[in-house]
């Protein structure tokens, strides 16, 4: 196990360049957080639970947590929205994998520089790097799983093959590893430029490479196709000249170079790289390095903790050691993504392949739309405003380059996975919610194009003249289709309507009512029908169907599941469709408490179940929540307490179904504060129970919001800011971000 000396922090804390938007330059108003964490980094991660009483926010994450199991994070470090993160592969294809990790693979087969947390599909892994002291043929190795740890902004693992101890970092856009080798003299580095987190493996991921050797290392372009196709440039620097390169032989089916770097490190035992990354080319990525214009490990890594506990102390809880530590984990999940994707000149690639200069702000990408539309979305323009605009411009830019918005962007290519048209909720939620550093008509012609111009699973003249998906002209997820297409046109008209232009805010919101044609009478479910009008029949309510797997009417759920979508736009409706309150109610009773979950079907998002509630995936999430708009809102505050306590774990395997980019993490913090974005597009809330005594939130330039639950009942009395009367079916977000006090009262008595 590595030590860090006193002076590695203490040196550069006083002076050292800074280039803009690099690496903070730490002051002595950071001296004392840095030194804390020089003592953190070297903690043991079984050491986790002995934290000190006054912990900094920092210091209760556990980035392991998701990482056993379907919730696919990674422990690897990361900079809040960073470009790069950095981290062990134990593998390089299968759903298991899709961030490279899973906490009881035995092997590590070195350490790639970016991958997206929580997703059903392996993207990125670019520039695997492996290190060992000796030269073997293979260099996987075995790692001890005891002197693993993980914290925000540093990873380590000892390579026990490798006789190597290794250290990882980073900033915003490139990547820190320091490897401490077990004796000096000459030691190895694999450099693999064909690995890569693919999902295809009987499909080539390399359509073209080219490597540039530089004495110090290595600088390179690819362009790479596998969920998206995508253009990845980096720039390789070790703090020691190569001293002997050897290109090894292709393998079957490599289209990119392997090579084997050796470094000749005399009595010392320490050797260091820096991994820059740019979606533009090699220019970009050798100007990205400059965010870490020295070889101060410590430095990086105590900067990037600091930037973490700003970003962490925007919402405390009291409670429970175990519960804050899942609390605050999430927190860390949810601010993983978007992901920067422009240089630190502003330049970035686009879906089209073209390179575009931003006017002002970075540029992002990694928006897994489907999700977090939902919570992870809303949670930002409540806890990460300044971030907001910079957003919505990443998605109207992506709109200019490629005629539409998107629907699951990554690396700035498009995905199209998914489907519905999530970009919208987004954007009117923003301008909703009060955000104006993006035009607003603009932002409503893209949307307007987006419902207008056929492009992935949206067929508008279809859709037009039926006024829904009918299950015999579409392949697949029709009712699906038609439930997320409402969300996305009453957001459009919502928007319209926010802007002044009644004509737009009129077509799409009577568009928006199409979902009205899918309920069955029979059963108040939303069942698919045919062009001529016609009930799908049979009709299974429970099957679930997805178009990987079970083709069929709904995606990744089934009509019982889906249903619920349409109380994301218009509530009301669905209760009168449902026959009125009391029905309504009752139909959520039968859903959670009634009705068997579904067995052996987690790969079709039937997993963390109560009755047919599935958590693990998003179409489920916000319906516990509609327990506020009944007589007996007490029981959705009974429910998501039991779902946040069952599904949400403080261990490895503590998020059951994929993270998804923060989703599920939002959900969880959502529920901890008591309140729940069921309408995304608007700017209310729907109230249900703090999980916790008291919450603060405090985002730098808004007053601070203290939330307190009073009294020991689980039903709501009253809900008050400042001593006036809030309705818990509409909380609104001008109530959340003028501050004050929060205030959940129950009966004293349970």
């Not at 059963?523 to 997805?546: N, Q």
């Not at 729940?676 to 730098?700: E, F, H, M, N, W």
Request: hydrophobic share 40%; aromatic share 10%; proline share 8%.
């Amino acid at each position: 196990m590595t030590g860090a000396r006193s002076s590695d922090i203490l040196a550069p804390m006083l002076s050292g360049p800074t280039p803009p938007h690099g690496t903070p330059k730490l002051t002595r108003a950071t001296l004392r957080a840095a030194l804390a964490a020089m003592l953190l980094l070297f903690t043991p991660h079984q050491a986790a639970a002995k934290a000190p009483p006054r912990a900094q926010p920092a210091d209760l994450v556990d980035p392991f947590i998701g990482t056993d199991g379907t919730g696919h994070t990674f422990p690897g470090p990361s900079l809040p929205f960073g470009m790069v993160q950095p981290g062990p592969d134990n593998a390089g294809t299968g759903w298991e994998y899709t961030s490279g990790y899973q906490y009881r693979a035995p092997r590590i087969l070195g350490f790639s520089q970016n991958r997206a947390s929580g997703t059903g599909i392996p993207e990125l892994g670019d520039v695997l790097l492996q290190p060992s002291q000796t030269r073997r043929d293979d260099l996987s190795s075995i790692y001890a799983k005891s002197g693993e740890q993980a914290h925000p902004g540093y990873y380590a693992v000892t390579l026990t093959d490798n006789d190597v101890r290794v250290e990882l970092s980073a900033a915003l856009r490139t990547a820190f590893h320091r490897y401490t080798f077990g004796r000096g003299g000459r030691v190895w580095v694999l450099v693999d430029l064909q690995h890569g987190l693919t999902f295809m493996p009987d499909r080539q991921p390399v359509l073209a490479s080219e490597a540039v050797p530089t004495p110090f290392g290595l600088d390179g372009m690819q362009q790479r196709r596998n969920w998206t196709t995508r253009t990845v440039a980096f720039h390789l620097v070790f703090d020691h000249p190569v001293a002997e390169r050897v290109t090894l032989p292709p393998r079957k089916g490599d289209a990119a170079p392997r090579y084997l770097l050796g470094f000749d490190l005399g009595t010392g035992r320490v050797l260091q790289a820096k991994v820059a990354l740019a979606n533009t080319d090699i220019a970009g990525a050798r100007g990205n390095a400059a965010e870490i214009p020295d070889w101060n490990f410590t430095r990086v890594a105590a900067s990037a903790r600091i930037q973490w506990n700003r970003l962490l102390a925007r919402a405390t809880i009291t409670a429970p050691r175990a519960q804050q530590r899942i609390f605050a984990t999430a927190l860390y999940h949810a601010f993983l993504h978007p992901s920067v994707i422009s240089d630190r000149d502003g330049r970035w690639r686009g879906p089209d392949g073209q390179i575009r200069r931003a006017a002002r702000g970075p540029r992002y990408s990694t928006f897994s739309l489907w999700d977090s539309f939902r919570a992870a979305m809303p949670l930002a323009m409540l806890l990460v405003p300044e971030r907001i605009d910079d957003f919505a411009q990443s998605l109207l830019d992506h709109a200019d380059a490629s005629g539409r918005l998107p629907i699951w962007p990554i690396w700035g290519g498009e995905t199209g996975t998914m489907i519905g048209e999530p970009a919208l909720p987004v954007l009117a939620g923003a301008w909703a919610r009060g955000f104006r550093g993006f035009d607003g008509k603009r932002a409503l012609a893209a949307m307007e194009r987006t419902s207008t111009v056929d492009g992935g699973l949206s067929q508008w003249n279809l859709y037009d003249k039926y006024g829904y998906y009918p299950f015999d002209k579409v392949e697949g997820e029709a009712v699906s289709r038609t439930l997320e297409a409402g969300v996305g046109d009453a957001a459009l008209a919502r928007m319209a309507e926010m802007l002044g232009d009644k004509a737009a805010a009129a077509r799409f919101s009577a568009r928006a009512g199409g979902w009205r044609q899918l309920i069955d009478p029979a059963t108040s479910l939303a069942r698919g029908k045919d062009s001529a009008g016609a009930w799908r029949t049979p009709f299974d309510p429970l099957t679930p169907t997805s178009p990987l797997n079970n083709p069929g009417d709904y995606t990744e759920a089934n009509a019982w599941q889906y249903t619920w979508t349409t109380a994301l736009h218009d509530p009301a409706g669905l209760v009168a469709a449902m026959g009125g309150p009391a029905a309504f109610r009752e139909k959520l009773d039968t859903f959670f408490h009634a009705l068997q979950p579904t067995a052996g079907a987690a790969y079709l998002g039937q997993e963390a179940m109560i009755g047919q509630y599935a958590h693990g995936n998003e179409p489920s999430h916000h319906v516990a929540w509609l327990y506020a708009l009944t007589d007996r809102p007490e029981t959705g505050h009974r429910l998501v307490s039991r779902i946040a306590q069952t599904f949400y774990r403080d261990a490895p395997d503590g998020i059951i179904g994929n993270e998804d980019a923060g989703q599920m993490s939002a959900w969880y913090i959502f529920a901890s504060l008591g309140f729940y974005p069921l309408q995304p597009a608007s700017a209310d809330y729907v109230a249900g129970l703090p999980l916790v005594s008291r919450a603060r939130l405090a985002v730098p330039g808004r007053p601070v919001l203290v939330v307190t639950r009073t009294g020991r009942g689980d039903r709501l009395l009253r809900l008050t800011n400042g001593g006036r009367t809030i309705d818990p079916a509409a909380l609104p977000h001008a109530v959340l971000v003028r501050g004050g006090s929060l205030r959940f009262e129950t009966p004293r008595a349970p």
